[in-house]
């Protein structure tokens, strides 16, 4: 059973900084792209970054470059992302996903989700 669990949300105040992470098992993780999305209350869920399966090639959405930091451990099947400099526009539910093949940009096209772990910024 495929299994994708985030970890690290919380409340933090603007400015500050959080390391999310995605355990993975039930697959071979090291065989997936995988990527990083959030979703803030009635909005369309955003495309955030995106690691290749060695971690040798990344991509990030516009809002976020700069200030957030994909990386993966394919000996511990666990992706990260490192968020600096938060700003309240980054309060959202991130989720992590995995792709075979995917363009890294479309949510559609990623064939396991994680559960989400909300992020709240505010002072």
């Known amino acids: 059973q495929v299994q994708l669990v985030e970890s690290g949300g919380g409340l933090v105040q603007p400015g500050g900084s959080l390391r999310l992470s995605c355990v993975a098992s039930?697959?071979?993780?090291?065989?997936?792209?995988m990527g990083w999305f959030r979703q803030a209350p009635g909005k369309e869920r955003e495309f955030i970054a995106h690691?290749?399966?060695?971690?040798?090639?990344?991509e990030y959405g516009d809002s976020v470059e700069g200030r957030f930091t994909i990386s993966r451990n394919n000996a511990e099947n666990t992706l990260y992302l490192q968020i600096n400099a938060l700003k309240p526009v980054d309060t959202a539910v991130y989720y992590c996903?995995?792709?075979?093949?995917?363009?890294?940009?479309?949510?559609?096209?990623?064939?396991?989700w994680g559960q989400g772990t909300q992020v709240t910024v505010s002072s």
């Open positions: 996903a995995a792709c075979s093949i995917c363009r890294p940009t479309n949510a559609s096209e990623y064939d396991y």
């Open positions: 039930g697959y071979t993780f090291s065989d997936y792209e």
């Open positions: 690691i290749s399966w060695s971690g040798g090639m990344t």
